[in-house]
């Protein structure tokens, strides 16, 4: 198998256009996901940390439930991984709300300074790209990255009120209530059966607008950015699709999927073998109702943070190309008329044994 | 005068708690600042790069004008440091609207990587903080910080229709509308009068929440994340207030501006003989009925794109403490009864000659 490091070019570690190949180690030391019922109740529900049936979480207010969330998700962070908040340097954090109140709520009483993100549902991987270039950079030992959402609180942010009970088109997704948070670090201190998981590169994406208007259906505006993103990295390290073992995207659901296989074949690349929608895998459409899947930031970031890394940790998968997927619209710029334009954001995740070589 | 070179400690950068020096130089290659009418007619008028008479930049909405007001901004910001987009690697960028509306429909054309950015009025440290990691890092030769606010698009955000007219509280700011943009890289191209800029180091804020709930005084709910900043900074940097030619905040405010210098005192630090607000300097409060002052991301990233860079390169002042202030919150936090808790990012820029040593 290609080993990443091979594919890096000079000027330190740029690869490409739009790439980055982390030559000093980014080490993954930490990941907890919290989710709400019915996330529990889907075919991923046993690989959670937690999961919390109240969907007020406790609070008075479905903004107020998503920054508990992200509370509870730190904490539990801190605890499963023994780091004390003053290890760590930064958080990378971001959430769906306007002006990112889950976040500035659910983070302030950590007292560890605070960049926030908005990529929309891309935003697991914006924080964890630009956790992991301060962490290789050597401006910082141990960051968090974290990103949340909760289906109330997007419903009241871009939908209708609940109370309507709306019906829901067939090409539309449910915001996943949850919260997945990494801890990414300098030095690997968290080996699990001899493997360790390493950040070894990422890839940042653009606007991509193919003029989609149609905030009910957000895997087709998505789509596009995802197959220019992962065209990009492919293009950019010089490899093809088997150099991963999966390539996942965050949200586009059962209708996005169709279009990113069908964009990326355009474009010269098969995916089918390797490729899932951690929007298709988290709930049992059929059962749950969830129409075309799961989305929302929180989406990808409990996939992540559960059955992915568990499985990368079990020896099931070495690498992993995951790009989270973000429509960038918001209910004003919808009114207004305009298109959905999509963005994503791309980061290698690598099984490596603890001394950083790549493992088995 | 103490060198910043001097104050680098150990762990590659890492300075005190929340800080980073930057020992691989980041320079200061281009800047751009566009403004409205009204910003115009203030007393920083002359320093603009162009003055906008129309509010509406010539589109339908006031959304779309503060989308176009970036799109101006970076295609002549371009045009300014004669780059090309091909040439710069990111935009790091970020705006007041829910879901970075104005920033994801006034970037998509340029087809270059986005790194979308929230920290209400702080934005613009927030993206040169981040920008100055990658360029530092090797990750990015040329990187593009950017920051906008409108005043009308604000105010249909955060306050009332335009149409009702509404009273304005005495401690209330008045947004900007404008636009300021930096380019930083990783050599140094633009020399003026044997003088560079460089940015030399960060401090990233911590989310601070006194309990003011007033969200028309966002100095006093700003004002405390401020102070925070500044003394974490000199703390970090083991340096004194007059380290500094001038210590410049974001959006205080007449009102903001005594807390802060009153909160100082009470840590120990006298910064009055090298202090200014940016939202006090850009507008006549009384001529132009502004109250409180300006405010807005725009508002501090105008002012460091127009008069404070040409003060420096003018030799004005060698080293400058730059820290915006975000106030954070959303009409949804706000109408639910929340605070209105604080941030600040902080970026020191440094005048050097052209080799990088100290300049003068």
Redesign the interface.
């Known amino acids: 198998m290609q080993n990443i490091e091979s594919c890096i070019t000079a000027?330190?570690?740029?690869a490409g256009k739009?790439s980055?190949i982390f030559s000093k180690p980014v080490y993954l030391t930490g990941y907890v996901s919290i989710v709400g019922q019915k996330e529990g109740q889907g075919p991923l529900g046993k690989w959670f940390d937690e999961i919390i049936e109240d969907p007020m979480v406790g609070r008075d207010?479905w903004?107020?439930a998503e920054s508990e969330l992200q509370a509870r998700t730190v904490s539990r962070l801190l605890e499963k991984s023994q780091y004390k908040k003053e290890d760590i340097?930064?958080i990378f954090a971001?959430d769906?709300?306007?002006?990112?109140?889950a976040t500035?709520?659910g983070?302030?009483k950590y007292?560890?300074?605070?960049?926030?993100?908005?990529?929309?549902c891309s935003t697991m991987a914006?924080a964890m790209?630009?956790a992991s270039?301060?962490v290789?950079?050597?401006?910082?030992?141990n960051v968090i990255a974290l990103a949340s959402s909760h289906f109330a609180s997007a419903e009241?942010?871009f939908r209708y009120p609940l109370e309507y009970g709306n019906q829901r088109a067939l090409a539309s997704t449910w915001t996943v209530t949850g919260c997945g948070a990494v801890i990414l670090s300098s030095r690997c201190n968290n080996a699990q059966n001899g493997r360790a998981i390493r950040i070894t590169a990422m890839t940042?994406?653009?606007?991509?607008?193919y003029g989609v208007k149609d905030s009910m259906n957000m895997g087709a505006c998505m789509a596009p950015a995802a197959a220019d993103l992962i065209a990009s990295n492919f293009t950019d390290l010089n490899v093809t699709p088997d150099f991963y073992d999966l390539i996942v995207t965050g949200d586009l659901g059962s209708v996005g999927k169709q279009i990113v296989l069908q964009l990326l074949k355009e474009k010269g690349y098969d995916i089918s073998n390797n490729y899932m929608d951690c929007g298709i895998e988290i709930f049992d459409s059929a059962k749950q109702d969830t129409k075309a899947g799961g989305s929302g930031c929180g989406c990808s970031a409990v996939t992540l943070c559960s059955y992915l890394l568990g499985q990368m940790y079990a020896g099931h998968y070495q690498r992993i190309l995951f790009v989270p997927t973000g429509a960038?619209?918001?209910?004003?710029?919808y009114n207004?008329g305009?298109s959905v334009?999509g963005?994503a954001h791309g980061v290698v995740l690598e099984c490596v044994n603890p001394a950083g070589k790549e493992a088995m």
Chains 1, 2 share one sequence.
Not at 11 to 14: A, E, L
Not at 96 to 101: M, T
Not at 328 to 333: A, D, K, Q, R
């Open positions: 000027n330190d570690g740029m739009q980055v207010t903004e107020e340097r930064y971001g769906l709300l306007g002006q990112l109140i500035s709520f983070l302030e007292d560890i300074p605070v960049f926030g993100l908005y990529g929309a914006e790209s630009l270039v301060c290789s950079s050597g401006y910082a030992d009241k942010q940042t994406g653009k606007i991509v607008d960038l619209l918001s209910t004003v710029s207004e305009k334009p963005i």
